[in-house]
């Protein structure tokens, strides 16, 4: 049984920052990507930020978070941030986490989705 578990998600005001976590549980064996993606009402879900490499951090952004979001990750604690600065009302959106990852008991690679997070920007 794996699960993704996000959490930072909240209301700001227009240029504000939101700090979103998201943490990996269960037999892990280990992580090869994780990644952003947020859906707006009405919008696909899209892509935000990704994160990958067994030796290193490899990261990837969307066009609109270039310059404003920053993802890490700290693989000791199975755990990926987003950190959101310059927020406009346009990020207003789920936030979801994902995954690909390997489980212990299977040895299989395989592709994860968190419950999803609210982050609200509007004055």
């Not at 990507?33 to 990261?59: C, F, H, L």
């Not at 270039?66 to 987003?82: C, E, M, Q, W």
Request: with cysteine; aromatic share 8%; net charge positive.
């Amino acid at each position: 049984q794996v699960q993704l578990v996000e959490s930072g998600g909240g209301s700001v005001q227009p240029g504000g920052s939101l700090r979103l976590s998201c943490t990996a549980t269960g037999s892990i064996a280990s992580i090869l990507a994780m990644r952003w993606y947020r859906q707006a009402p009405g919008k696909q879900r899209e892509s935000v930020a990704a994160i990958s490499g067994v030796n290193s951090d490899v990261t990837s952004y969307a066009g609109s978070a270039k310059g404003r979001f920053t993802i890490s990750r700290d693989l000791a604690k199975n755990t990926v941030y987003l950190q959101m600065n310059s927020l406009k009302p346009e990020a207003t959106a789920v936030y979801y986490c994902n995954a690909v990852l390997r489980v212990l008991v299977t040895g299989q690679w395989s592709d994860y989705w968190g419950q999803g997070t609210q982050g609200t920007v509007s004055s």
